[in-house]
Nanobody, 125 residues
C-alpha cells in the first residue's frame, strides 16, 4: 500500500509553466515505475509521461513531448512533472500513479497499482 499526493496545480496563462509534484509514502518508492496521467471533463484518461524505477528512462505522449519533463527523486519519494509552454488543451486533472510490476506497461493506466487524488491544471487562452 502506498499513498500518493499531488500538488502544484493551478491556473496559468497559455505559454506559462507549472511544476507538479507527487509525494509518495512508504519505503519502496524506488521499486515502482511512475506515471502521470490526465483527464479532461467528458474525455478518457490519457497517458502523459512515465519514468522507470531508476529514472534512467522516460516516456512521453506525443502531445507533450518537448514541453513536459518527468523526473524523480527517490531519496525524497517524489516524482515531478515540469510543464512548459502550456496550452489550453493541457487543461485537465493530472494524477500520478505507481506501477509495481516490472513487466507492466508504462503506457497503460490499467497496469498501475496506486493512484493519487489528482490536481487541477487550468490553462487560459
Amino acid at each position: 500500500q502506498v499513498q500518493l499526493v499531488e500538488s502544484g496545480g493551478g491556473l496559468v496563462q497559455a505559454g506559462g509553466s507549472l511544476r507538479l509534484s507527487c509525494a509518495a509514502s512508504g519505503r519502496t518508492f524506488s521499486s515502482y515505475a511512475m506515471g502521470w496521467f490526465r483527464q479532461a471533463p467528458g474525455k478518457e484518461r490519457e497517458f502523459v509521461a512515465g519514468i522507470s524505477r531508476s529514472g534512467g528512462s522516460t516516456y512521453y505522449a506525443n502531445s507533450v513531448k518537448g514541453r513536459f519533463t518527468i523526473s524523480r527523486d527517490n531519496a525524497k519519494n517524489t516524482v515531478y512533472l515540469q510543464m512548459n509552454s502550456l496550452k489550453p488543451e493541457d487543461t485537465a486533472v493530472y494524477s500520478c500513479a505507481a506501477e509495481r510490476t516490472a513487466s507492466g506497461s508504462i503506457w497503460n493506466g490499467h497496469d498501475y497499482d496506486y493512484w493519487g487524488q489528482g490536481t487541477q491544471v487550468t490553462v487560459s487562452s
